[in-house]
């Protein structure tokens, strides 16, 4: 596994969070990075996604206007910023890539091949 999401963490409802997936030094082309989530007890869910280029992005709809996901140039970090944060907002956290340039930008999971290890988001009411 060689992404890795950190930021987590617990926070109240209203609070903000940001989540960071480092890409940089990784061995494959990423053609677009994805977050997702999984609440206990419930399936994964598509959160947001951007191209490498940051061309586009979208988003979920219980997240838009909440959450931005961006990429710094400088060192390929691909970030999830959560503001105004909800109970319901409270998951495991993941980021992923797609790097065989077989799909455009997409919300399904399947269409990811490099996942990394989740961070943990907690979000008290």
């Known amino acids: 596994v060689q992404l890795q999401a950190s930021g987590g963490g617990l926070v109240q409802a209203g609070g903000s969070l940001r989540l960071s997936c480092p890409t940089s030094g990784l061995s494959f082309r990423m053609w677009f990075m994805g977050w997702f989530r999984q609440a206990s007890g419930k399936e994964r869910e598509f959160v947001a996604a951007?191209?490498?280029?940051?061309?586009?992005?979208i988003y979920e709809d219980s997240v838009k206007g909440r959450f931005t996901i961006s990429r710094d140039n400088r060192d390929n970090t691909v970030y999830l910023q959560m503001n105004n944060l909800k109970p319901e907002d409270t998951a495991v956290y993941y980021c992923?890539?797609?790097?065989?340039?077989?799909?455009?930008?997409?919300?399904?999971?399947?269409?990811?091949?490099?996942w990394g290890q989740g961070t943990q988001v907690t979000v008290s009411s």
């Open positions: 951007m191209t490498w280029r940051g061309d586009r992005k």
């Open positions: 992923a890539a797609e790097t065989r340039g077989s799909y455009s930008l997409t919300r399904r999971a399947d269409a990811y091949d490099q």
